[in-house]
């Protein structure tokens, strides 16, 4: 069974950036499609973005498409996602997740936080 942890969050002014990094242990990741999810409060949880096992397809949602961008390092058993241009509608606790033939491992989630 995969651990997923994930880090970078924070408190950011509109209009700033952040990293997020997702590292996995206890399984390789290589071999399969990952993605985040971010849930804001009193909603429901939301796909943001996903990539390819080998990183050469990524899509991302409506929302965050030209802003945010999702990367991922084999070598280092890790996703990341650049989010920039954030806007306080972005406030959420973001979630990155590994899928097999669907959405089967999650983190515990980190806070991302956007102040006007």
């Known amino acids: 069974q995969v651990q997923l942890v994930e880090s970078g969050g924070g408190l950011v002014q509109a209009g700033g950036s952040l990293r997020l990094s997702c590292a996995a242990s206890?399984?390789?990741?290589?071999?399969?499609?990952m993605g985040w999810f971010r849930q804001a409060p009193g909603k429901e949880r939301e796909f943001v973005s996903a990539?390819?096992?080998?990183?050469?397809?990524?899509r991302y949602a409506d929302s965050v498409r030209g802003r945010f961008t999702m990367s991922r390092d084999n070598t280092k058993n890790t996703v990341y996602l650049q989010m920039n241009s954030l806007k306080p509608e972005d406030t959420a606790v973001y979630y990155c997740?590994?899928?097999?033939?669907?959405?089967?491992?999650w983190g515990q989630g980190t806070q991302v936080t956007v102040s006007s």
């Open positions: 990539i390819s096992w080998n990183g050469a397809a990524t």
């Open positions: 206890g399984r390789t990741i290589s071999t399969y499609g």
């Open positions: 997740a590994l899928r097999q033939t669907e959405w089967t491992d």
